[in-house]
């Protein structure tokens, strides 16, 4: 999953990155909103967590500029938010929730209840109500990070994970291999040119074959019935 965390204090915002990728998530910071707005033109975004008390605004304007958004267009209208606030913020954490978030988390926070919501708002924006994804005989748990060939635990990568995650929480659409490196690497941590190529290799070999398929020139996929 990649996140934006769209946060000035640089103590939160690092210690959010780090606990963040323990989870297997991709985190990329903004410090202000104008960062956060040329990130998210730049960028797809699997979900955004956004602070409201901002150097240069109230984080309820990117908010509502995402909420806004044309379809085709970066950011995505539909980008799961998530924000973050004071505990006595209530009226502003109600506003926020009207104006479109999709969750929020008061300040300080469980890091672990952090992670359960945004897996939660995650499920919800793919449209799933099981926490777990199922492919043929592939089980798949995000809470855990555990994956399960016909009952049988299968290690996977960091990357493997995630790629295999952003395939199957979209299935049966194609992602792009560009989509899939925004998904699997930061701006500063580029991919080698044939990256995606590996570890899709890797995945077939640990999981089969059919699980992932290739469609010349386009992408890959999860099919819908594997
Ligand atoms: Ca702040």
Redesign the pocket.
């Known amino acids: 999953m990649r996140v934006l965390v769209v ?3 640089e103590g939160i915002a690092q210690g959010l990155r780090a606990h963040l990728r323990q989870h297997g998530c991709v985190v990329d910071l903004a410090g202000t909103l104008a960062a956060a707005w040329a990130a998210l033109q730049a960028e797809a975004f699997d979900l955004v967590l956004l ?1 409201l ?2 150097p240069d605004g109230d984080g309820s304007t990117l908010l509502q500029r995402v909420r806004r958004q044309g379809g085709g267009r970066l950011p995505d209208p539909h980008t799961p938010i998530l924000i973050m606030t004071a505990r006595d913020e209530v009226a502003s954490r109600i506003a926020a929730l009207d104006m479109g978030a999709d969750d929020y988390v008061a300040k300080p926070f469980d890091s672990d209840e952090l992670a359960a919501r945004m897996r939660a708002v995650r499920r919800r924006a793919a449209g799933r109500a099981q926490p777990q994804l199922q492919i043929g005989d592939i089980r798949i748990d995000p809470a855990t990070r555990s994956v399960t060939r016909a009952g049988v635990p299968v290690e996977l990568s960091a990357r493997e994970w995630s790629l295999l995650l952003a395939l199957a929480e979209v299935r049966p659409r194609v992602l792009s291999r560009q989509q899939l490196e925004e998904r699997l690497y930061e701006w500063n941590g580029g991919p080698g040119s044939n990256a995606i190529e590996v570890h899709v290799h890797y995945l077939r070999r640990k999981l089969g074959d059919e699980v992932i398929r290739t469609l010349r020139g386009v992408g890959y996929f999860v099919p819908a019935e594997a």
């Open positions: 946060e000035d204090d602070d008390g901002l």
